[in-house]
């Protein structure tokens, strides 16, 4: 069946090293993408999306790529801070409204001082 | 504060005993939804609502009601709680098609 996932279960990065956390998804209808962030005993908070017809969203010290070749996306953090450990995951959608989000398991990223 | 809002945070309880985790938004979002989160699966969604007095079932609707009278609340009910419905419960919102809003989690122990 269709599927997100994630590459790596665990990210281990120097404060101050670029971060990059990587996500699979076999939908190739899907058109919508998101990446959250998940803090210890708190909710996924929002940290940027993307929609298919682009390829590079960037925010404040993230960026996201989207590969729909392949069917990768990944969230690039720039100069990763020990704020920024956390567990990261990536959603899509192929509907226009928000009823079929699937979520991928989650990157656990420790960000060592 | 924009936010969602879930009660209660905790809960142990036991096997059939009915219980109600309330969720709250106050984004005036239309939509809202139920998700349980386990170790290893990632979120999967219980039940949504894309407006008041329409609800459908997500992936694992099974064990699980909600209700949507009013546009800001939509609770989550166990008519008889079971030890596999022991999980980390988030409650989401959003307008149709943006980023949703999640709520802080209600961690659920059924013995």
């Known amino acids: 069946g269709e599927s997100v996932g994630l590459h790596l279960p665990t990210l281990s990065v120097q404060e101050g090293d670029n971060s990059i956390i990587n996500c699979a998804y076999s939908n190739s209808a899907s058109d919508y993408f998101i990446w959250y962030k998940q803090e210890s005993g708190k909710g996924p908070q929002f940290i940027i999306d993307?929609?298919?017809?682009?390829d590079k969203r960037q925010g404040q010290r993230v960026t996201v790529l989207l590969n729909k070749t392949v069917k990768h996306l990944s969230l690039q953090i720039a100069a990763t801070q020990p704020g920024d450990s956390a567990v990261y995951f990536c959603a899509e959608t192929a509907q226009p409204n928000n009823n079929d989000m699937r979520f991928g398991a989650g990157t656990r990223l420790t960000v060592k001082p | 504060e924009a936010q969602v809002t879930q009660n209660p945070r905790y809960l142990i309880t036991v096997t059939g005993k009915k219980l109600t985790v309330t969720c709250s938004q106050n984004m005036n979002h239309e939509y809202m939804s139920w998700y349980r989160q386990d170790p290893g699966l990632g979120l999967r969604q219980i039940y949504y609502s894309m407006n008041v007095e329409v609800t459908d079932k997500g992936d694992v609707p099974e064990g699980y009601k909600v209700s949507r009278k009013e546009k800001r609340n939509f609770p989550l009910i166990l008519e008889s709680p079971s030890p596999n419905q022991t999980s980390l419960y988030f409650c989401?919102?959003?307008?149709?098609?943006?980023?949703?809003?999640f709520g802080p989690g209600t961690r659920l122990t059924v013995l």
């Open positions: 989401a919102s959003s307008t149709y098609s943006n980023e949703q809003f």
């Open positions: 993307i929609r298919s017809n682009m």
